[in-house]
């Protein structure tokens, strides 16, 4: 991907298998502490190498605006923040890659569709809700969209099976 771009590629490896059990286990989302810590590797990161924005492709705009000043002057830029659902999967999808099929409102977390049906099953509605009006509040999906997405859904087998197994979990803690 980064190759067919012309964008060169850091991997930066952490480990957040402590965010993803305590949320697995207590059925909730991992997403705000997993992009806490995510936000905060990636900002050190730019400070330390003295690069001032972080362009990342959120959905959601910080109150109306695409971006965000962070500590150490590093500016967010959620890149796709002002974009329709629709706009961005056409971008997406015009992209040399091919798109998974995973559970959940993203194309690159194994983890939410397995936490979200759990919070389904604990709550009765989806974790996705306040994210999802939030779209539709802003006029980045339309209500029907956010209905259809906001339903509780199963994770496959193959993927509970992969997140309990790499987490040291039993699926007998369900």
Not at 9 to 31: G, N, V
Not at 141 to 170: H, I, S, T
Request: proline share 5%.
């Amino acid at each position: 991907m980064t190759k067919s771009l012309g964008v060169p590629l850091k991997i930066i490896k952490a480990d957040y298998s402590d965010i993803f059990r305590d949320a697995l286990l207590r059925s909730e989302s991992p997403c705000s502490r997993c992009s806490e810590r995510t936000m905060s590797i990636l900002r050190r990161y730019a400070r330390e190498n003295g690069y001032k924005y972080i362009i990342t492709g959120h959905e959601i705009p910080f109150g109306g605006r695409p971006y965000r000043l962070m500590k150490g002057g590093i500016v967010q830029i959620r890149l796709l923040s002002m974009m329709t659902e629709e706009e961005r999967m056409r971008i997406l999808k015009e992209l040399p890659f091919e798109l998974p099929e995973l559970p959940g409102y993203t194309t690159n977390c194994l983890i939410i569709g397995v936490t979200a049906e759990r919070f389904c099953k604990k709550y009765g509605y989806s974790p996705e809700n306040r994210r999802l009006a939030t779209l539709v509040r802003l006029g980045l999906m339309d209500r029907e969209r956010a209905e259809e997405r906001a339903r509780c859904r199963g994770a496959p087998e193959w993927q509970k099976m992969l997140v309990y197994q790499q987490l040291g979990l039993n699926l007998d803690d369900e």
